[in-house]
T-cell receptor, first 116, second 118 residues
Framework: NAGVMQNPRHLVRRRGQEARLRCSPV?????VYWYRQLPEEGLKFMVY????????ESGMPKERFSAEFPKEGPSILRIQQVVRGDSAAYFC??????????????FGDGTRLSIL | AQTVTQSQPEMSVQEAETVTLSCTYD???????LFWYKQPPSRQMILVIR??????QNATENRFSVNFQKAAKSFSLKISDSQLGDAAMYFC???????????????FGKGTKLSVIP
């Protein structure tokens, strides 16, 4: 399966710990998007990255959250000092190009983050 | 900012019957893209169908079709010959066709949970 790969599928952390979520896009895709889904809600955009660049982080909380998409390796969404409210499903999507409205975004299976 | 509204939190349909899921959106833009995504219990997000606002013709994909009413800002999904595997959450989503901050993101509705009755 050459789709978007996210790991881990489930992640449990205690309050105050760090969470790292990984996303490998579809082979050949260089545009990555992260979304968060709270229970009973639709997905909410967090950040859009191209290789080595953050293009739009308008949906990402200003503190404790960061994202990167290095030249080599997967995209990483990092949450520092996690709190209960960070419990959610985090989805990564990728697209072939970033031209506005161009190729559709293909989603991974998500990472379900639970904070104890 | 654009908003997407799905007014039906839950729907049910008999197997082999047809069901229509509603979606309305609010935007001041003239060009954009609309999508329906399916999320089964496995939580994977699967693209069902895509519509480009400047196209008059309604998109179809096998048993799935849309009724796109641009003036009314309505984008409903029709599922024909419903199957048990169609049971899932269905999300309507909007994406701008213009460059600019916030235009790369998909804006989702809250979803409609579809149950298929054998």
């Amino acid at each position: 399966n050459a789709g978007v790969m996210q790991n881990p599928r489930h992640l449990v952390r205690r309050r105050g710990q760090e969470a790292r979520l990984r996303c490998s896009p579809v082979k050949g895709h260089s545009h990555v998007y992260w979304y968060r889904q709270l229970p009973e809600e639709g997905l909410k955009f967090m950040v859009y990255l191209q290789k080595e660049n953050i293009i739009d982080e308008s949906g990402m909380p200003k503190e404790r959250f960061s994202a990167e998409f290095p030249k080599e390796g997967p995209s990483i969404l990092r949450i520092q000092q996690v709190v209960r409210g960070d419990s959610a499903a985090y989805f990564c999507a990728s697209s072939l190009d970033g031209r506005v409205g161009g190729q559709p975004q293909h989603f991974g299976d998500g990472t379900r983050l639970s904070i104890l | 900012a654009q908003t997407v509204t799905q007014s039906q939190p839950e729907m049910s349909v008999q197997e082999a019957e047809t069901v229509t899921l509603s979606c309305t959106y609010d935007t001041s833009e003239s060009d954009y893209y609309l999508f329906w995504y399916k999320q089964p219990p496995s939580r994977q997000m699967i693209l069902v169908i895509r519509q480009e606002a400047y196209k008059q013709q309604n998109a179809t994909e096998n048993r799935f079709s849309v009724n796109f009413q641009k003036a009314a800002k309505s984008f409903s999904l029709k599922i024909s010959d419903s199957q048990l595997g169609d049971a899932a959450m269905y999300f309507c989503a909007y994406r701008s066709a213009f460059a600019g901050a916030g235009s790369y993101q998909l804006t989702f509705g809250k979803g409609t949970k579809l149950s298929v009755i054998p």
